[in-house]
């Protein structure tokens, strides 16, 4: 099993911007596509952004245009850029690995976007 350990988020103003890490324990995971989902209090989980083991990005659509996922496999690492922040970002904030299913989550960061 890999570990997947998210960091960067916070508080940050609308309109703001961060950007979340999510380091893996093994190697391995370069050759897995993986991706940031989302859950708000009262919400199921969503998809925010999923990327290829060859660098494919593809976002959920309440975030087109404004995040931006990343992958540096040297590192073992998939970071997600968020820009222009509303307060609807607000959630808590899972990397995944992915295969024909979610095969492992990260233990997920607060992200909190004040108006």
């Known amino acids: 099993q890999v570990q997947l350990v998210e960091s960067g988020g916070g508080l940050v103003q609308a309109g703001g911007s961060l950007r979340l890490s999510c380091a893996a324990s093994?190697?391995?995971?370069?050759?897995?596509?993986m991706g940031w989902y989302r859950q708000a209090p009262g919400k199921q989980r969503e998809l925010v952004a999923t990327?290829?083991?060859?660098?494919?990005?593809n976002y959920g659509d309440a975030v087109k245009g404004r995040f931006t996922i990343s992958r540096d496999n040297a590192k073992n690492t998939v970071y997600l850029q968020m820009n222009s922040l509303k307060p609807e970002d607000t959630a808590v904030y899972y990397c995944?690995?992915?295969?024909?299913?979610?095969?492992?989550w990260g233990q997920g960061t607060q992200v909190t976007v004040s108006s």
């Open positions: 995944a690995r992915l295969g024909p299913i979610i095969i492992d």
């Open positions: 093994g190697s391995i995971v370069s050759f897995n596509a």
């Open positions: 990327i290829t083991s060859g660098g494919s990005a």
